[in-house]
């Protein structure tokens, strides 16, 4: 079973809608990270997490909100899509003692706004 | 600024040889630099790391090089074979500990049997 799990995979959303983007890991680790990939801009942090406590924001949190409901989970909201939130999303955690700040990535999730 | 870069976008390799792949960083304050693989449909995944207490660091296959003086890092991969096509991105820590990476863009990796 993969440690890092996003669902859904793929979506089509219209513009306006509201969408939530969701991020389970069974790594018991207490961070958590949001990226979106775009072709030729790599990948840019929207928000990450260090405890259930704790939101910050990244590099690209407009137009974007999360909640961390639980150590595990970790979900990316968009609260009215537009047309340039269409982009291949990641989660990542990280915590895993004696191994510095390597994240470990989910699958992602294709977002299509149309 | 802070940037991490990378000085090829994309590289052609034939199977069997060795592979270098190069990236530029501007913070001097960042300790911790990670190389990740990302193979079309999937997330990246974590290769190599190196501390900036460290110039060289070798894993199977791969050796990652920290050059602090002019602020570069390679990814030297050898005897390259066809699964190792992929895109590739170094990462920096900005901030020491707090786990916030910056990525590069990425170098496509294309092996050629």
């Known amino acids: 079973d993969a440690d890092v799990t996003q669902t859904p995979r793929n979506r089509i959303t219209k513009t306006g809608k509201r969408i939530m983007l969701e991020c389970s890991q069974t790594?018991?680790?207490?961070?958590m990270y949001w990226y979106r990939q775009d072709p030729g801009l790599g990948l840019r942090l929207i928000y990450y997490?260090?405890?259930?406590?704790?939101?910050n924001k990244g590099e690209i949190s407009d137009g974007y909100s999360v909640s961390r409901q639980a150590q595990a989970k970790f979900s990316l909201s968009l609260e009215s899509a537009i047309p340039n939130q269409t982009a291949l999303y990641f989660c990542a955690t990280s915590g895993e003692q004696g191994v510095g700040e390597t994240q470990y990535f989910g699958p992602g999730t294709r977002l299509l706004v149309l | 600024g802070e940037s991490v870069g990378l000085h090829l976008p994309t590289l052609s390799v034939q199977e069997g040889d060795n592979s270098i792949i190069n990236c530029a960083y501007s913070n001097s304050a960042s300790d911790y630099f990670i190389w990740y693989k990302q193979e079309s449909g999937k997330g990246p995944q974590f290769i190599i790391d190196?501390?900036?207490?460290?110039d060289k660091r070798q894993g199977q296959r791969v050796t990652v090089l920290l050059n602090k003086t002019v602020k570069h890092l390679s990814l030297q991969i050898a005897a390259t074979q066809p699964g190792d096509s992929a895109v590739y991105f170094c990462?920096?820590?900005?901030?020491?500990?707090?786990?916030?990476?910056?990525f590069g863009k990425g170098t496509k990796l294309s092996v050629k049997p």
């Open positions: 190196i501390r900036s207490n460290m």
């Open positions: 990462a920096e820590t900005v901030g020491g500990s707090q786990g916030n990476l910056i």
């Open positions: 790594k018991g680790h207490d961070r």
């Open positions: 997490s260090f405890d259930v406590k704790d939101i």
